[in-house]
């Protein structure tokens, strides 16, 4: 199985940067999702790492180093509506089953 | 349609009864998911459907959890002789074969009584 750590609860000011870390410990990596999930709706998916490095997105980026089981979230130009749940997802290959592990995210809280 | 679409959307229920969660999982998606979140807790994987294979039923917590797809398509879960610790909204996700994002359905938010 995989570990999945990220913090619980963050703030930042709109306007602002603010990056989520997400660190995981697993034997057959695949992939790292990250999505995001308003109160009360479905995760969305906002980004797909598999090799190392950037990926950006508009206003998003998502950067991941295998070697060192970490990843994290990139949030430019905060918004109020960027206030969010932000879920780290790993996906191992162990069994064949590919199956994304959840950690329990990171609560994400834009004030004026 | 053009998501995933899970009913019903609420469903309370007294304890020891059986319930039936269904979802609807987007056009041509072989891969489907099921997930349950409880309050303030990430989501935990249940079982996973890939096409014709066997589905993986690791995640099942208890054999009162079963779960089918029928022709490839809709699925649904079944939990029988629901317990209070069963409360929890249920969601269900499909990924296609192209990229790797899961698209999730709306959830279907299940309270035991």
């Known amino acids: 199985g995989q570990n999945i750590d990220q913090p619980t609860e963050m703030t930042a000011t709109e306007g602002a940067i603010v990056q989520i870390n997400c660190t995981y410990q697993?034997?057959?990596?695949?992939?790292l999702f990250w999505y995001q999930q308003h109160a009360g709706e479905a995760p969305t998916f906002l980004s797909y790492n598999v090799l190392d490095g950037l990926e950006e997105k508009g206003r998003f980026s998502s950067f991941l180093s295998r070697s060192k089981g970490y990843s994290y979230l990139l949030l430019k130009e905060l918004q109020m509506k960027d206030s969010a749940s932000y879920l780290c997802a790993v996906r191992d290959r162990t069994g064949g089953s590919y199956i994304p592990t959840f950690g329990r995210g990171t609560s994400l809280i834009v004030h004026p | 349609g053009a998501g995933v679409s899970q009913s019903p959307s609420n469903k309370v229920t007294e304890k020891g009864k059986d319930v039936e969660l269904r979802c609807d999982p987007i056009s041509g998606h072989t891969a489907l998911y099921w997930y349950r979140q409880s309050l303030g807790q990430g989501l935990e994987f249940l079982i996973y459907?890939?096409?014709?294979?066997?589905?993986?039923k690791s995640g099942l917590p208890s054999d009162r959890f079963s779960a089918e797809r029928t022709g490839g398509s809709v699925s649904t879960l079944t939990i029988q002789r629901t317990q209070q610790e069963d409360s929890a909204v249920y969601l269900c996700a499909t990924m296609g074969t192209g990229p790797y994002e899961q698209y999730f359905g709306p959830g279907t938010r299940l309270t035991v009584t």
């Open positions: 459907f890939q096409g014709n294979s066997a589905p993986d």
């Open positions: 697993t034997s057959g990596f695949n992939g």
